[in-house]
């Protein structure tokens, strides 16, 4: 038996498709962040091959050219295609994309395949048609200009990735990191996701949205950070934290201490605590055996009832469904 399950064990393959001006960044995370993805016989969940149209090298913005191993036919036999950042080209300047391209992106989606953009490349989903009515995200400066080029499309530029069933977008750069490890969480689970994060030495998951990056005229002072109140909060999340109580701890007042955190994170203090909340009892779903109402107490939630409410409404299923997903026993 054990014999029979090691060998039905095949990796999730993602296809890289690397565009002329990609940017060299956005190239490397997908295989930087999925290598380190492993079960527990640490054998590697993902296989990530990079390809471009016709198999030609291609430049980078890095100063340096990508001399792939694959042409476009890669993309029709993996079960992810992610499409790195692009500084330049049609899909930027005028909304189009070269027809092979396009076409062999619509394939891939309608034979079930997900379709990843990182920073810039949602604006070649949209020329390719895959964006039209849903929620999609790009690097906040370009918001305006996706705007003007694709307004069919529910651009959403405050937030760091967005999930729409198989097509899902991230913002700028970094948020690329943000996106594969959020894609490593829903197919294997936080402990998984988390333990690939602290071998890319980021964050599990960060806080808000692209709203604490924009640029503004007026810089934050760090010593009147809402830092110290985050952190004394995460530990008590079994605890019911008021808005007072957290404004305290900033040594502010609630209303000083609301707008400092809403500019810091994206999120307000009450949206903050519930991601917190959630995130913690996905945890404790995922590897302990703690009852459902033992997870809600100690996630702060207080009841069942209202756990799955939550969990629900975040996550579209019930705590019980998402142990018995995520919670795998040992082969």
């Known amino acids: 038996m054990r014999k029979n399950w090691a060998m039905t064990f ?3 393959r993602i296809a890289v498709l690397a565009l002329d001006d990609v940017v060299g960044l956005d190239l490397g995370t997908p295989a930087q962040v999925f290598s380190t993805a492993r079960d527990a016989h640490g054998r590697s969940l993902y296989t990530v091959d990079v390809c471009t149209p016709g198999g030609r090298p291609v430049r980078s913005t890095a100063g340096y050219q990508v001399l792939p191993d694959h042409g476009l036919e ?8 992610i499409v ?3 500084h330049e080209g049609p899909p930027l300047t005028d909304g189009t994309l070269d027809g092979e391209v396009a076409a062999a992106l619509r394939a891939a989606y309608d034979r079930g395949a997900r379709i990843m953009s990182i920073c810039t490349s949602a604006f070649v989903l949209a020329a390719a048609g895959l964006l039209a009515g849903r929620r ?3 690097h906040w400066a370009y918001a305006d200009r996706f705007r003007r080029l694709h307004p069919r499309v529910d ?5 760091l990735f967005i999930d729409d069933d198989r097509v899902l977008t991230s913002a700028g750069v970094a948020a690329g990191i943000d996106l594969c490890l959020h894609v490593i969480r829903a197919d294997h689970g936080t402990e998984v996701a988390n333990r690939a994060a602290r071998r890319c030495v980021v964050p599990p998951w960060r806080e808000g949205g692209q709203a604490q990056y924009i640029e503004r005229p007026v810089p934050k002072v760090a010593d009147t950070s809402t830092a110290t109140a985050r952190e004394w ?27 400092r955190f809403r500019s810091e994170t994206g999120l307000s203090p009450a949206q903050w605590l519930l991601q917190q909340r959630t995130e913690h009892a996905r945890l404790l779903l995922e590897s302990t055996d703690l009852s459902i109402d033992q997870v809600a107490r100690r996630s702060g939630f207080g009841t069942a009832s209202a756990l799955r409410q939550h969990l629900h409404v975040r996550l579209g299923v019930a705590p019980s469904t998402y142990r018995r997903t995520f919670r795998h026993p040992t082969p």
Do not use: C, K, N, Y
């Open 10 to 12: 095949s990796p999730h």
């Open 74 to 81: 890669l993309i029709e036999t993996a079960d992810t295609v």
């Open 84 to 86: 790195p950042g692009i």
């Open 136 to 138: 999609a995200t790009t």
């Open 155 to 159: 651009l959403d530029p405050d937030v």
């Open 233 to 259: 909060a995460r530990q008590r999340l079994h605890e019911q934290v008021s808005l007072r109580d957290l404004a305290e701890q900033s040594r502010m007042s609630v209303r000083t201490f609301t707008r």
